[in-house]
């Protein structure tokens, strides 16, 4: 059995202020608008594609669809979305989607953010790589379906196909993917939150053919090792992956 130390005693082992701090104050309107951002930019729905019917987005989002109508309109307002009407109307993601992501005001009102402080940057690279690396090597423990098999080559051929334009919704949608393949419901919304921060801050950084082709080899690296079953070497991999965009941060944005 473990004895605490008579420091550890005096001053804790962890300090209450680690929780007693201010929660989330998203309501569900917040919450909504930050849901289908993540949708749009990340991929799931992609430019030019419908959203799901009202009914239907309303009970998936578990929110009422006066909320849902007012998130929606919040987004059309910021350019996000737009609604067509007649027999094939509906609300539709536009093409190209703006880039950059906004924030709700006070108000309701989204807003972009001109500058992200130093200290996120470093929370986010931290964060994403106790995410996904872990993700990486929990996917390659799990036995695969043929049909996830062919999910995880997809995504990647998806990734080596992509215009430089599309590159990073196939990028995070391949991200997804390996979280989603994990099984567990708590991790693919961390996973989709600290990829939105990524790639928030990946947009002000030039996407280089070079680094392209880099990306693509080491995204083979990660899905050929979580196919072959292969944990220590789907983590390694992941970690080389988010070592070079870490480094690509550091070196533009300081």
Request: charged letters at 25%; one cysteine or more.
């Amino acid at each position: 059995m473990m004895v605490d130390s008579p420091d550890a005693a005096q001053h804790g082992l962890l300090s209450a202020e680690l929780l007693l701090r201010p929660g989330k104050t998203a309501n569900a309107f917040e919450e909504t608008v930050q849901r289908l951002l993540q949708t749009i930019r990340l991929g799931l729905i992609a430019p030019g594609e419908k959203l799901p019917a009202e009914r239907e987005l309303a009970a998936m989002l578990s929110v009422s669809r006066d909320t849902l109508r007012e998130a929606i309109a919040a987004l059309t307002e910021a350019g996000y979305v737009l609604s067509r009407r007649g027999r094939y109307g509906g609300t539709f993601v536009v093409d190209p989607v703006p880039r950059g992501t906004p924030t709700v005001g006070a108000n309701g009102e989204l807003r972009e953010r001109r500058e992200v402080p130093v200290a996120e940057i470093e929370d986010t690279i931290v964060l994403r790589s106790i995410l996904e690396c872990g993700a990486a090597r929990q996917a390659a423990m799990c036995e695969l379906s043929g049909v996830d098999r062919e999910r995880l080559w997809q995504a990647l051929e998806d990734c080596r196909d992509a215009a430089p334009s599309d590159y990073r919704r196939h990028d995070s949608r391949l991200h997804l993917l390996i979280a989603e393949l994990v099984g567990s419901p708590s991790l693919v919304p961390l996973v989709a939150d600290v990829r939105m921060r990524v790639n928030e801050l990946l947009d002000d950084i030039p996407l280089l053919a070079p680094n392209i082709a880099h990306s693509n080899e080491q995204h083979e690296a990660i899905v050929r090792a979580i196919l072959r079953g292969n944990p220590d070497a789907a983590a390694e991999a992941m970690s080389e992956h988010i070592a070079g965009s870490e480094a690509l941060l550091r070196g533009f944005l300081g």
